[in-house]
């Protein structure tokens, strides 16, 4: 196979909340049996297919960062890990649907990769509110991703659920909330699959397509917001 041009996805949220699953699952199309504890990055990789079924449609790698630790970490471990949040393409946000200080904590993350963790008072309060102006003027695209949808009760998921909505409307994004031991939830055509599909569509348009002069550092090719199988590196 030629060699296909990529974009580099984070995937950034508290340990715990299943994000190496979710990488295993997008790439592999496969639930992990025995998931671990991410020590530094692991990176896998899923290909994908830019405006499928259109005369436009081209093949891409996405390159999937699963970024290990906690949001909590002290100074020394925050800024090894931001060797990882270089030129980045678009973030992936995990939370547990279960823990509801995992969706609070998104955040932090997000604005720790966004090079903004100078200013962690004021950001978050209790009731999940937060200072708007911190992400103001992002223009990586985001998509929120909640997992262990199956360990809430149906009677309860109505509640939860409207409950984490808000973080998607916060960070002007699409959500998606699955169980990543259950292939279906992102099965072809469904809205799942069709969300994932619109972000990476999104991801590739603004690193290859939507080019401006207005470049942050570490995040090239920023503008205004709107499976397959490869190699596992790992980078402790």
């Given at each position: 196979m030629a060699s296909l041009?990529?974009?580099?996805?984070?995937?950034?949220g508290d340990s715990g909340v299943g994000k190496s699953s979710l990488v295993h699952l997008l790439c592999q199309n496969q639930v992990l049996g025995n998931p671990s504890w991410t020590v530094g990055c692991s990176v896998?990789?899923?290909?994908?297919?830019?405006?499928?079924?259109?005369?436009?449609?081209?093949?891409?790698?996405?390159?999937?960062?699963?970024?290990?630790?906690?949001?909590?970490?002290?100074?020394?471990?925050?800024?090894?890990?931001?060797?990882?949040?270089?030129?980045?393409?678009?973030?992936?946000?995990?939370?547990?649907l279960t823990n509801k200080k995992s969706s609070q904590n998104l955040y932090r993350w997000s604005l720790e990769a966004l090079n903004r963790d100078l200013v962690p008072t004021g950001v978050l309060v209790t009731n999940g509110d937060y200072d708007r102006e911190q992400f103001a003027d992002n223009q990586i695209p985001l998509l929120v991703i909640g997992t262990k949808?199956?360990?809430?009760?149906?009677?309860?998921?109505?509640?939860?659920?409207?409950?984490?909505?808000?973080?998607?409307?916060?960070?002007?994004?699409?959500?998606?909330?699955?169980?990543?031991?259950?292939?279906?939830?992102?099965?072809?055509?469904?809205?799942?699959?069709?969300?994932?599909?619109?972000?990476?569509?999104?991801?590739?348009e603004k690193r290859y397509f939507l080019r401006d002069g207005n470049q942050i550092p570490g995040f090239p090719d920023r503008k205004r917001f709107g499976g397959g199988t490869l190699k596992s590196l790992h980078y402790d």
């Open positions: 041009d990529r974009v580099k996805v984070l995937v950034l896998d990789v899923r290909v994908h297919d830019y405006k499928e079924g259109t005369p436009e449609e081209k093949t891409y790698y996405i390159e999937l960062w699963d970024v290990g630790g906690s949001v909590g970490s002290a100074s020394s471990v925050k800024s090894t890990r931001a060797v990882f949040y270089n030129s980045v393409n678009g973030i992936i946000l995990v939370h547990d949808l199956d360990q809430i009760h149906e009677n309860k998921r109505h509640e939860v659920l409207t409950r984490t909505a808000f973080l998607a409307e916060d960070f002007n994004a699409e959500e998606i909330n699955l169980d990543c031991t259950n292939p279906r939830y992102l099965a072809a055509g469904s809205s799942n699959a069709v969300k994932l599909s619109r972000f990476f569509d999104k991801v590739i």
